[in-house]
């Protein structure tokens, strides 16, 4: 009963900081900034969106949807960890990705001139 009880506090914190991080990069700048790009020039051709009629919105700057994702990477991975009971690595699965990509890549050989 111990041990239930500790992974439950355990679990407890660790969701709760979870959320508060997921706030604090809802509330962020760099987020509003890349959704307001993405709304306006990538899902929609707007000339304005909703965002900017609240207030002038930063312009996204090139690495801010990588910023954003690296922090959300960690959530992520301990939001699935608590939900579904077992734990699974973004980073591993990008290894993997990045290993399967140049196997490929030095294993072909492409001939423009081929029939």
């Not at 690296?70 to 993997?96: K, M, N």
């Not at 490929?104 to 492409?110: E, P, R, S």
């Amino acid at each position: 009963m111990k041990f239930a009880d500790e992974q439950a506090a355990k679990a407890r914190s660790e969701l709760k900081e979870a959320l508060a991080e997921a706030r604090e990069i809802l509330a962020s700048p760099r987020l509003t900034s890349v959704m307001n790009m993405r709304d306006k020039y990538l899902a929609h051709s707007l000339e304005r969106t909703k965002r900017e009629t609240h207030g002038l919105i930063a312009p996204m700057k090139y690495g801010d949807e990588t910023a954003v994702l690296e922090q959300s990477v960690p959530i992520i991975e301990r939001l699935y960890c608590w939900v579904s009971g077992a734990s699974f690595s973004i980073g591993d699965t990008r290894r993997i990705d990045e290993e399967n990509a140049t196997s490929l890549w030095q294993a072909c050989k492409f001939d423009p001139n081929m029939d």
